[in-house]
Every structure is written in C-alpha cells, then in structure tokens.
C-alpha cells in the first residue's frame, strides 16, 4: 500500500514542478500573459516547439534508463552512450526551445509555440543533468585500469 502512494504522490509532486518551472522560464521570456484571440491549430512554430519538446523528453528517458538500470542488464557501454545521446539531445532541445522563445512575439495562444519552447528547455536540462550524472557516474565506477576512482 505504501509503495503506490509514494508512486502517485511523487508522480504529482513532480508535474507541478514541471508545471512552476515552465511558468517560470515563461515569465523570465516576459510572455507569460495569454492572448485575448486564440489561434488553433498547428502552426509552424508549435510544431517546431512540439518537436523540441519530444527530443528533450527523448533526452530525459534515455538519460534515466542509463542512470537507473544497473550495468550487467545492458552493459557499460550503454550506460556511456545513454550518457551522450542525453546529453546530447537536451542540449538540441533546450537551445532550440530558447530560440523558440526568443522570435515569440506573444504569450500562450499566439501560435508561437512559447508553451512547448518553455516545456522543451525545462525537459532539455533536466536531460542534460541526467545526462552529466550518469557520465559522471560511469567515469567513476569503470576506469581503465578497472579499479574506481576515489576522490
């Protein structure tokens, strides 16, 4: 019983994270007011900021496999090159989500895509420090003379 709620309560927890930290990067950008006509529909910036946004959450899951699983299920290759592909995604992603950001000309609704370019710079670092963990991580536990690394 105790294992679920912690599940949905860490669940919650973190979508409002993410949800403070998108409105956060949305009003350090100063768009974070809507606008009063809504334009629907896919545009060419909110398919630009929902590509971003799947590359950073590419980042993200690829970074926590490599983080959490333990080394004998893939090896320690893959431990370094979901380190990279993290790593390297996030910062795609978040560089991409701030150009987004910065040709926005409006908040959420304008078809900017500012929502999505905010969600991608947010997941894209989380990818990135997901990324540089593990990284870390791998450099320490395998050098190659085999023993670890103690600082």
Request: charge should be positive.
């Amino acid at each position: 019983m105790k294992r679920p709620f912690a599940l949905i309560l860490t669940v919650l927890l973190s979508v409002v994270l993410f949800g403070g930290l998108v409105y956060g990067v949305l009003v350090a950008a100063h768009v974070s007011q809507p606008t009063p006509n809504t334009v629907r529909g896919l545009t060419p910036r909110r398919a630009w900021a929902t590509v971003s946004a799947l590359l950073a959450l590419i980042g993200v899951v690829v970074g926590a496999m490599a983080l959490v699983r333990p080394i004998s299920r893939f090896g320690a290759s893959f431990r370094r090159l979901g380190a990279v592909v993290a790593l390297v995604a996030g910062l795609i992603a978040a560089i991409s989500g701030g150009l987004n950001l910065t040709v926005a000309t409006g908040g959420p609704g304008t078809g900017n895509g500012v929502v999505g370019a905010a969600g991608a710079i947010v997941l894209g670092m989380t990818a990135l420090i997901l990324g540089g963990l593990t990284l870390s991580r791998s450099r320490r536990t395998h050098s190659p003379a085999g023993l670890s690394h103690r600082p």
